[in-house]
């Protein structure tokens, strides 16, 4: 409806990064005239696997926590304490977005179309000078109807120019191809993952994904890109004004729940106008207020569950997990004796 860890699949490296990693191996016997070895000694090569991500701390009240340190997190893979090689605070950095709107006929129920639009224009009046966007559309397919930039003008004709609502939705089959993309978009100089993430604006029904929720979170989670879903609605749909979980006649709370959040993302409902702003204020806030870890990767291939703590019971948001052997690490290599 209006329609969600990076060039190394999730793995941003940095110089001080590899440097850690490569203090933590063994040191190899170098002599001091080094430069006189003889062609013959053997000579190794050593890889080290790294793996970051990203992650935002709020307290009990709900505010972000911003003074921590490294000694302050934990990271527990599949229940085992991982060492932290590398650690960045940052606050007030560059934001890379990608919009995806949903077009699927069912967004012509109502105000959605309205108010989806609502939470589009909020997004963009809060960028700076130094954030970029792009605008997406879908249905069963998906559409780049601008490219990123910080043209908030250019952001606004491409919201003027998407096609008006028809046809089925692909809501989650979209997800996963435009969190690639952003993956994608969000590499710079030095293999550094600019803070980048998707957010969807859509009514929350799928009718035509061959991907399941699971298995979107799961792509999105391992490349580090966080999945926002704002879901528009009419009141009456809205599950916090129901008894039941939202799995009725309205949207799929739960599943896109988890489908955000398992990427560090958030699930909003927006079924007034106040929650747009609200919903535009969280998103912005959580990228500009990250911390950055990073751990050497599993030796073990395949899918490996990851939890980011801090002290004092504090609340972190970061992605569930990554895929060792593969995408979700950079592999660095190092001559040595």
Same mark, same amino acid.
């Given at each position: 409806?209006?329609?969600?860890?990076?060039?190394?699949?999730?793995?941003?490296?940095?110089?001080?990064?590899?440097?850690?990693?490569?203090?933590?191996?063994?040191?190899?016997?170098?002599?001091?005239?080094?430069?006189?070895?003889?062609?013959?000694?053997?000579?190794?090569?050593?890889?080290?696997?790294?793996?970051s991500v990203a992650a935002v701390v709020?307290?009990?009240?709900?505010?972000?926590?911003?003074?921590?340190?490294?000694?302050?997190?934990?990271?527990?893979?599949?229940?085992?304490?991982?060492?932290?090689?590398?650690?960045?605070?940052?606050?007030?950095?560059?934001?890379?977005?990608?919009?995806?709107?949903?077009?699927?006929?069912?967004?012509?129920?109502?105000?959605?179309?309205?108010?989806?639009?609502?939470?589009?224009?909020?997004?963009?009046?809060?960028?700076?000078?130094?954030?970029?966007?792009?605008?997406?559309?879908?249905?069963?397919?998906?559409?780049?109807?601008?490219?990123?930039?910080?043209?908030?003008?250019?952001?606004?004709?491409?919201?003027d120019s998407a096609q008006q609502p028809? =046809?089925?939705? %692909?809501?989650? !089959?979209?997800?996963?191809? $435009?969190?690639? /993309?952003? &993956?994608?978009?969000?590499r710079v100089a030095g293999g550094l993952?600019?803070?980048?993430?998707?957010?969807?604006?859509?009514?929350?029904?799928?009718?035509?994904?061959?991907?399941?929720?699971?298995?979107?979170? =799961?792509?999105? %989670?391992?490349? !580090?890109?966080?999945?926002? $879903?704002?879901? /528009?609605? &009419?009141?009456?749909?809205?599950?916090?004004?129901?008894?039941?979980?939202?799995?009725?006649?309205?949207?799929?709370?739960?599943?896109?729940?988890?489908?955000?959040?398992?990427?560090?993302?958030?699930?909003?409902?927006?079924?007034?106008?106040?929650?747009?702003?609200?919903?535009?204020?969280?998103?912005?806030?959580?990228?500009?207020?990250?911390?950055?870890?990073?751990?050497?990767?599993?030796?073990?291939?395949?899918?490996?569950?990851?939890?980011?703590?801090?002290?004092?019971?504090?609340?972190?948001?970061?992605?569930?997990?990554?895929?060792?052997?593969?995408?979700?690490?950079?592999?660095?290599?190092?001559?040595?004796?």
């Open positions: 409806m209006f329609g969600v860890a990076a060039g190394m699949t999730g793995a941003g490296v940095t110089t001080s990064m590899l440097l850690a990693a490569l203090m933590a191996l063994p040191s190899p016997a170098y002599s001091q005239a080094g430069s006189q070895e003889s062609p013959s000694t053997p000579r190794f090569r050593s890889s080290v696997d790294v793996v709020r307290d009990r009240k709900g505010r972000f926590v911003s003074d921590l340190s490294r000694e302050d997190f934990r990271i527990v893979e599949g229940g085992v304490p991982r060492k932290i090689l590398d650690f960045r605070a940052e606050s007030d950095g560059p934001v890379k977005l990608a919009l995806l709107v949903d077009i699927s006929g069912s967004m012509r129920v109502g105000a959605k179309t309205v108010d989806a639009r609502q939470v589009a224009d909020q997004i963009f009046s809060g960028l700076r000078p130094i954030d970029q966007a792009a605008v997406f559309t879908f249905d069963t397919g998906l559409d780049q109807v601008s490219g990123f930039t910080s043209d908030k003008n250019q952001l606004l004709k491409a919201l028809y =046809g089925q939705t %692909s809501l989650y !089959d979209a997800t996963a191809k $435009i969190a690639r /993309v952003v &993956a994608s978009e969000s993952p600019q803070r980048a993430a998707v957010v969807v604006l859509t009514d929350g029904i799928d009718t035509k994904s061959r991907l399941s929720p699971a298995a979107v979170a =799961g792509i999105a %989670s391992e490349i !580090d890109v966080p999945v926002y $879903i704002v879901a /528009v609605m &009419a009141k009456i749909d809205d599950p916090r004004e129901r008894q039941d979980d939202g799995e009725g006649d309205g949207i799929p709370a739960t599943r896109l729940q988890e489908l955000a959040q398992h990427t560090g993302g958030e699930l909003f409902l927006a079924s007034a106008p106040a929650h747009a702003s609200v919903a535009s204020r969280q998103i912005l806030g959580e990228l500009r207020h990250q911390y950055v870890l990073a751990f050497e990767a599993s030796t073990r291939s395949g899918w490996r569950p990851l939890e980011v703590r801090a002290k004092n019971g504090l609340t972190v948001r970061a992605r569930s997990g990554y895929s060792a052997g593969g995408q979700g690490r950079t592999s660095m290599n190092s001559g040595e004796r």
